[in-house]
């Protein structure tokens, strides 16, 4: 492997008051967002002393993260955010204990609750109506789609085409009525030929529903005297994850004033299929009683509908 494609070390360390925590998270995502680098895996967590240590394993878009002007630039934009006097920041290229890229099986004290999250397909709402249709034009097939409008539908419906390595040659998209959606897309296996296999129009037709229903997996859990957000976002074959997951959850956060005590992103294999699993200790407020049932259901649902409303 190259080493401009390797994966990076990002580490930071502000001095700050644990409220002050998820305001940095969600400045520090912005930047890696603005600036092309895509987090993988993240460990964050609060010191006794108040202050926080955060590690991203991070891959650039550009493949330029291994040329010092490029991490100079980084630091100088975190620096910005964090306070230049109180904080440090230091970029290197990954060590073994970051495992990498590749999924591992999910093992932990809670490994049933998240297969649970990950297997769940009852969340979504609304209704999809997909249709296949090879007798409309002599070179490809047709693929309509007619659903909910929403944030990232067309990103999750390529996705998954990517996925299942069928090629778009040409695409229609026209809103309808209360906020509905009509998608025809002229499609192709790589192999230049129509879908015409029943299974594998059956499989792609229950995949798009289950994803297009239910394009990420959001629960909040008790564990003990902690409350843990859990959020489940699938990895496409390709490897790349969904974009811009860690800074919708935080954002959310902020909004709420809600602080984060630890959290941490990894990669992992549930069910034969691969997931980023954000996992995120959050301390209470207040005002806001987080071990509410009502309180965790309506944390849950804001998160669900920044990341795909």
């Not at 987090?39 to 040329?67: Q, W, Y």
């Not at 009509?182 to 296996?189: A, T």
């Not at 037709?205 to 289950?210: A, D, K, P, Q």
Request: aromatic letters at 6%; charged letters at 25%; glycine letters at 6%.
């Amino acid at each position: 492997m190259e080493v401009c494609k390797k994966e990076f070390e990002c580490k930071w360390s502000p001095t700050a008051a644990t409220f002050d925590v998820i305001c940095y998270l969600t400045g520090i995502t912005q930047t890696l967002w603005e600036v092309e680098l895509i987090v993988h895996k993240m460990i964050a967590t609060v010191t006794p002393d108040g202050k926080a240590l955060n590690m991203f394993c991070i891959t650039d878009s550009r493949e330029m993260l291994h040329e010092k002007r490029r991490q100079d630039d980084l630091c100088l934009r975190l620096k910005a955010i964090l306070g230049e006097a109180t904080s440090y920041c230091d970029i290197s290229p990954a060590g073994s204990e970051w495992g990498g890229l590749d999924c591992a099986p999910f093992y932990s004290a809670y490994s049933a609750s998240v297969i649970d999250l990950c297997s769940d397909n009852r969340q979504g709402s609304g209704k999809v109506v997909i249709n296949i249709d090879n007798s409309l034009s002599p070179g490809h097939t047709l693929l309509q789609i007619c659903c909910k409008d929403r944030r990232g539908l067309m990103y999750d419906c390529m996705r998954i085409l990517k996925d299942f390595q069928i090629q778009v040659a040409y695409a229609r998209l026209a809103t309808i009525a209360k906020g509905g959606v009509e998608i025809e897309l002229f499609i192709v296996h790589k192999d230049g030929k129509k879908i015409t296999d029943p299974v594998k129009q059956q499989n792609l037709c229950s995949r798009l529903e289950v994803e297009i229903l239910q394009p990420v997996r959001v629960a909040i859990m008790n564990r003990g005297p902690e409350i843990e957000l859990l959020v489940a976002a699938p990895i496409s074959i390709s490897g790349q994850g969904r974009p811009q997951v860690l800074q919708d959850i935080t954002g959310v956060l902020k909004s709420l004033g809600i602080c984060i005590f630890k959290a941490d992103i990894g990669r992992y294999l549930v069910e034969d299929r691969q997931w980023e699993i954000y996992r995120i200790l959050l301390t209470d407020k207040l005002d806001l009683d987080l071990s509410s049932s009502h309180t965790q259901a309506h944390i849950a649902e804001l998160v669900r509908t920044r990341l795909a409303g």
